[in-house]
T-cell receptor, first 117, second 112 residues
Framework: AQSVAQPEDQVNVAEGNPLTVKCTYS??????LFWYVQYPNRGLQFLLK??????LVKGSYGFEAEFNKSQTSFHLKKPSALVSDSALYFC?????FGSGGYQKVTFGTGTKLQVIP | NAGVTQTPKFRVLKTGQSMTLLCAQD?????MYWYRQDPGMGLRLIHY???????AKGEVPDGYNVSRLKKQNFLLGLESAAPSQTSVYFC???????????FGPGTRLTVL
């Protein structure tokens, strides 16, 4: 069974400092990995994904994520945090071998990012 | 292009009442999903549909029913609401083979 772990419920970082939000996964075969962001009272928005290729993936709003196969990790990063980055971040993994036309997506429990002015 | 919309945005029900949540998408997506979001538990899949006229159970389907009579609409029904169904409900859609899910703004449901 596939799974995603986000070990930190909350991450606090000062504005202008680099940020990292951690994610580890477990899945059979090659993983499809995603990061989504949720602002207050909104639905989730896609940030970036890793399917294959370069281990460093760039996404929206200056975010990037590094895929590390040996550590089964897909940490989200940004070189310089903004107050407007404060939100809830979800990591997700998709099963590339779904049946019945459906490829199951499993979401992590989310990490609240607080950027302090 | 409105994307994915959900109605209503908020609802309060009494135990035993019924209601239907509506999800609509204008992106001509084949796949649609209903999730519930609870604190500390992330998103859990309730039901999904891979095309018009089809539905299937997700991780937590008990107490819910769905219908996909039109490609653009996906309805989630609660026949007899229970306090355990207090949650925020999100609808999402993707194209077949698409990687990205597009989410609606959510419906906050409270069952007293």
């Amino acid at each position: 069974a596939q799974s995603v772990a986000q070990p930190e419920d909350q991450v606090n970082v000062a504005e202008g400092n680099p940020l990292t939000v951690k994610c580890t996964y477990s899945v059979s075969g090659n993983p499809y990995l995603f990061w989504y962001v949720q602002y207050p009272n909104r639905g989730l928005q896609f940030l970036l994904k890793y399917i294959t290729g370069d281990n460093l993936v760039k996404g929206s709003y200056g975010f990037e994520a590094e895929f590390n196969k040996s550590q089964t990790s897909f940490h989200l990063k940004k070189p310089s945090a903004l107050v407007s980055d404060s939100a809830l971040y979800f990591c997700a993994v998709r099963d590339p071998f779904g049946s019945g036309g459906y490829q199951k997506v499993t979401f992590g429990t989310g990490t609240k990012l607080q950027v302090i002015p | 292009n409105a994307g994915v919309t959900q109605t209503p945005k908020f609802r309060v029900l009494k135990t035993g009442q019924s209601m239907t949540l509506l999800c609509a998408q204008d992106m001509n997506h084949e796949y649609m999903y209903w999730y519930r979001q609870d604190p500390g538990m992330g998103l859990r899949l309730i039901h999904y549909s891979v095309g018009e006229g089809t539905t299937a159970k997700g991780e937590v389907p008990d107490g819910y029913n769905v219908s996909r009579l039109k490609k653009q609409n996906f309805l989630l029904g609660l026949e007899s609401a229970a306090p355990s169904q207090t949650s925020v409900y999100f609808c999402a859609s993707t194209d077949p083979g698409g990687d990205t899910q597009y989410f609606g703004p959510g419906t906050r449901l409270t069952v007293l």
